[in-house]
């Protein structure tokens, strides 16, 4: 199995920027997809960014695209999301979690972290 764990979340202002990092043990992070999720108080879980295993290939939300980026450091084993530009509504609880797609479907991912918070003041 995998065992994720996040950190890297902390309180910043409006328009600043943080890095979250998802280290993975276990298995390889590389043979795995990886998705960073987001819960805020009161709301569903929302699909955030996703990096597939074989090739690559990431999958943004639309509400983050151009300002959030996935990327994975195999040596390390972790895998990791630049955030800039961060808004108010960016705060949440962030998870990260492994499967076998990178899909924005939280079902179809096997492992997760136990989240950072990320608190964005305005």
């Known amino acids: 199995q995998v065992q994720l764990v996040e950190s890297g979340g902390g309180l910043v202002q409006a328009g600043d920027s943080l890095r979250l990092s998802c280290a993975a043990s276990?298995?390889?992070?590389?043979?795995?997809?990886v998705g960073w999720f987001r819960q805020a108080p009161g709301k569903e879980r929302e699909f955030v960014v996703a990096?597939?295993?074989?090739?690559?290939?990431?999958y943004y939300a639309d509400s983050v695209k151009g300002r959030f980026t996935i990327s994975r450091d195999n040596v390390k084993n972790t895998v990791y999301l630049q955030m800039n530009s961060l808004r108010s509504e960016d705060t949440a609880v962030y998870y990260c979690?492994?499967?076998?797609?990178?899909?924005?479907?939280?079902?179809?991912?096997?492992?997760w972290g136990q989240g950072t918070q990320v608190t964005v003041s305005s």
């Open positions: 990096i597939g295993w074989s090739v690559g290939r990431t």
């Open positions: 979690a492994a499967g076998q797609i990178p899909v924005a479907a939280t079902e179809r991912y096997d492992y």
């Open positions: 276990g298995r390889p992070i590389s043979t795995s997809a």
